[in-house]
């Protein structure tokens, strides 16, 4: 049996024991580029960038060196959904005869069509679930600033894309430093001075942006942007204030801490939990950094600095410029690690919650889980005493498990082991 996580609880107080996190090889074959399909890590990928999950569990990634739209179905089969690999242009079409040019971001809709950030085509695509391809915004070949219509707008090498319930489009328009929405068949700027580099807070285009890269909504309808040259990641609310959430703009590093305290390099892709914390590629710095819901900013997995392509548990993943994020629907967070040419599927630290009630001094211990993973409770009288299992060991089937101790005494320590 191997010991994966573990958290120790004191009563209703936690102690500073920092749970570790589990890195594996999901798909592609460590730092070899190529576009061959197949299973796992079998398949080739050239520089996978954005990467999303559709609402049956299959993935979808920006394969931006081969300019193509790779699928990878539940039981890992890798296939291209779009485009023809190492075939660059602007045709629309369906399946292998649409063309592409560097894609990047992605994010589906409530039909099920895929969005694609096409940067080097300066437009963004729609795919539906047929895989027939079309271009939704922007003119193909033609860089530069104007909003208007949806076939006269211009980009300038977008990137990250987030949907609304609604439909609308919200496009990080890299190149031109500011954030764009597409609605109703008109591209307009919701926040961000175009083509006007900085980092002013403000109110939409009065604010100022630095190579916006990734956007995330979280449960309230906030837009959460990785700013990447400002070294920040920046919050604009729904009546598009802009403010900087995490980070200091101008400096970076790897300091984990408070938002404001805490500092990162280059960040790039985002993705929110369902607790509402949200995981950052922090590209440069090679590592994956979770922003929690008090504000407190941690390096999850990786290490600071230091490349690779390893695989582990307890700190010994390595990433190399890291990129896409998506939550799976497992609980499990999947990355496009970009310069290793792989997908990598990574088990976050886990926080517990504890709840005490009642004259029999009930405790309930409740955490977050990967589905499928096996999880083990235990509990001790003090840090010295040895442990023993509290219940028999659980398979998590959906996203929390919790068990209660109905014989705790007036102190006792719990932790949670994650096995296999």
Not at 53 to 73: C, E, H, P, Q, Y
Not at 392 to 405: E, H
Request: charged letters at 10%.
């Amino acid at each position: 049996m191997k010991t994966r996580f573990t958290i120790l609880l004191l009563c209703a107080f936690t102690l500073a024991v920092r749970a570790q996190d589990a890195v594996t090889t999901m798909a592609g074959m460590a730092q070899v580029s190529g576009a061959t399909n197949g299973t796992g890590t079998n398949a080739l990928f050239g520089d996978p960038a954005g990467i999303v999950a559709d609402s049956t569990g299959n993935l979808f990634v920006a394969d931006s060196l081969n300019d193509v739209i790779r699928k990878i179905t539940t039981n890992g089969v890798v296939t291209t959904f779009a485009g023809l690999a190492g075939i660059t242009g602007t045709a629309d079409g369906t399946g292998s005869g649409a063309r592409f040019n560097a894609p990047s971001g992605m994010a589906f809709d409530r039909n099920g069509n895929l969005y694609v950030s096409d940067t080097g085509n300066n437009t963004i695509r729609k795919i539906t679930p047929a895989g027939v391809v079309s271009t939704f915004a922007g003119v193909a070949g033609n860089g530069g600033y104007a909003d208007g219509t949806a076939g006269s707008a211009l980009f300038n090498s977008p990137l990250g894309l987030a949907i609304t319930t609604n439909g609308t489009v919200y496009v990080a328009d890299s190149g031109n430093h500011c954030l764009r929405m597409v609605f109703g068949g008109n591209v307009t700027t919701f926040a961000g001075s175009p083509q006007v580099w900085g980092s002013a807070n403000g109110a939409g285009t009065n604010a100022q942006f630095n190579g916006p890269v990734s956007v995330a909504f979280d449960a309230r309808g906030n837009l959460f942007v990785s700013d990447a040259n400002n070294d920040t990641i920046r919050k604009v609310t729904t009546n598009a204030i802009v403010t900087t959430f995490a980070g200091a703009p101008g400096q970076d590093g790897s300091a984990d801490g408070p938002v404001a305290a805490a500092r990162f390099r280059s960040p790039a892709g985002l993705a929110f939990d369902l607790q509402g914390n949200l995981f950052i590629a922090d590209s440069f710095n090679q590592t994956l950094r979770e922003i929690s819901t008090n504000g407190s900013v941690t390096t999850v997995s990786g290490t600071a600095g230091i490349s690779g392509p390893t695989d582990g548990i307890n700190g010994a993943g390595k990433f190399f410029n890291p990129y896409g994020l998506v939550m799976a629907a497992d609980g499990s967070l999947l990355v496009a690690d970009t310069y290793n040419e792989t997908i990598r599927q990574v088990l976050v630290p886990f926080k517990l919650s504890l709840s005490t009630g009642g004259t029999a001094h009930t405790t309930t211990i409740s955490w977050a889980t990967v589905i499928g993973q096996t999880y083990q409770v235990q509990s001790s009288s003090n840090l010295t005493a040895g442990w023993a299992n509290l219940g028999a060991a659980m398979v998590a089937t959906n996203l929390t498990l919790s068990i209660t101790d109905s014989s705790a005494g007036a102190s006792r320590l719990y932790r949670v082991l994650r096995v296999d």
